[in-house]
């Protein structure tokens, strides 16, 4: 590379890295050293009702690396299966760095076959970006099929992968049917990766005739869904945050390391922040779908920390759960939504029951297996 050509491509990286650095969050860092950081005026766990689980479900993101005896996996199970019916749900990059790819698919089911193997309960899988590709440039159907296939074709039928064959969804499955006067659990599961990345859309094959594209069957599929289960009690997820205090929200990486991993983001097709285009377009219009009829919490995964975070009007609460693999538990700050913050390794459960006085409750409690197996570090009830 010569030095004339050094010169000319400097101001344009200069000024890529000036267009990242406006987004920068700056902060202290909760990571695992130190004890997780509460709002102020965050609910005391004190005042976290008893219930009666009807249904637990087990939110777990970014798990996809190896790890012998992987102390988070064996938690999950412990949780999964103490309280009777429950639901795992993995958020995505389930097979890092690129999917489940032919030319290394022995090491992807290895990885992936870890996860399924944790436990007998009910799974759920959902898709990444890392899932669909380690590159913008490189996303590719092939993985997410060969994922999809080895999920669903689990022994037992306990696993399924969706949405499927690369669509944005959604797709929704009742966890918990309706009894009595008790409300159904109901998860809904987005990918909007093809909305982040308009290549990758055409991959989905649309009806003969269909004249409406993508995006348009995206939300109105959403919207249907959360009108048709706005009496009970929804878990909307993707991979993606709507909201994060982490380095996918902005959360500077220090000067020097933002002025080198910004512009080579941009080069690589983007760094997938909440404040991309694309991706900050998808946060709009689905928010303004969502907003119609809240579901009791929008979840997701992709920052490898773990966060709880007013929602607004947009949902009952943001959690985001993405550190499943101790050797990807990234930084994370506190922003003004912020009620929990913590990069550390864990996962999030959320309970579905009855307290002694017969009302129904949603208690969100946040597991850290390396602090405690069986206590959690936080509880919180959604309103």
């Not at 499943?324 to 009620?339: C, K, L, Y």
Request: glycine share 10%.
């Amino acid at each position: 590379m010569s030095i004339r050509f050094v010169r000319a491509l400097a101001p344009v990286l200069l000024l890529l890295s000036l267009a990242g650095c406006a987004h920068r969050l700056s902060g202290p860092i909760h990571d695992a050293e130190g004890p997780p950081w509460l709002a102020s005026d965050a609910p005391d766990a004190i005042a976290v009702p008893a219930i009666e689980v009807d249904h637990r479900v087990v939110m777990i993101g970014d798990a996809g690396y190896f790890l012998e005896d992987d102390p988070t996996l064996a938690a999950l199970d412990a949780w999964a299966t103490v309280a009777g019916p429950a639901t795992v749900l993995f958020l995505g990059d389930n097979i890092y760095n690129e999917g489940l790819t032919d030319d290394d698919r022995e090491r992807g089911e290895r990885i992936l076959a870890q996860q399924l193997a944790a436990t007998d309960a009910r799974k759920i899988v959902i898709p990444g970006n890392h899932d669909w590709g380690l590159l913008a440039s490189d996303y590719n159907l092939k993985s997410i099929v060969n994922q999809q296939t080895f999920v669903d074709d689990w022994a037992g039928g306990t696993a399924e992968f969706i949405p499927k064959d690369g669509c944005m969804g959604p797709e929704v499955r009742v966890l918990r049917e309706a009894s009595g006067d008790a409300r159904a659990v109901v998860f809904v599961a987005a990918d909007p990766t093809p909305w982040i990345q308009e290549r990758i859309r055409e991959f989905c094959p649309l009806r003969e005739g269909e004249t409406r594209d993508h995006k348009q069957l995206h939300l109105e599929g959403l919207a249907a869904a959360l009108e048709t289960h706005s009496d009970d009690h929804v878990i909307l997820a993707s991979h993606y945050p709507m909201l994060t205090g982490g380095p996918h929200g902005g959360l500077t990486y220090g000067f020097v390391a933002d002025m080198i991993v910004t512009p080579l983001g941009w080069m690589m097709g983007g760094l997938l922040n909440t404040y991309e285009t694309d991706y900050a377009d998808w946060i709009e219009q689905a928010g303004a779908v969502m907003r119609e009829n809240p579901p009791a919490i929008y979840a997701a995964g992709h920052d490898h920390n773990l966060q709880l975070l007013e929602s607004g009007d947009v949902a009952g609460l943001f959690v985001v759960s993405g550190a499943g693999a101790r050797d990807r538990v990234s930084t994370v700050t506190h922003i003004e939504e912020t009620i929990f913050a913590h990069a550390a390794e864990g996962f999030v459960v959320v309970d579905f029951g009855r307290t002694d006085a017969g009302d129904e409750a949603v208690v969100v409690r946040v597991v850290e297996p390396l602090v405690s197996v069986d206590t959690p570090v936080y509880e919180y009830v959604v309103p």
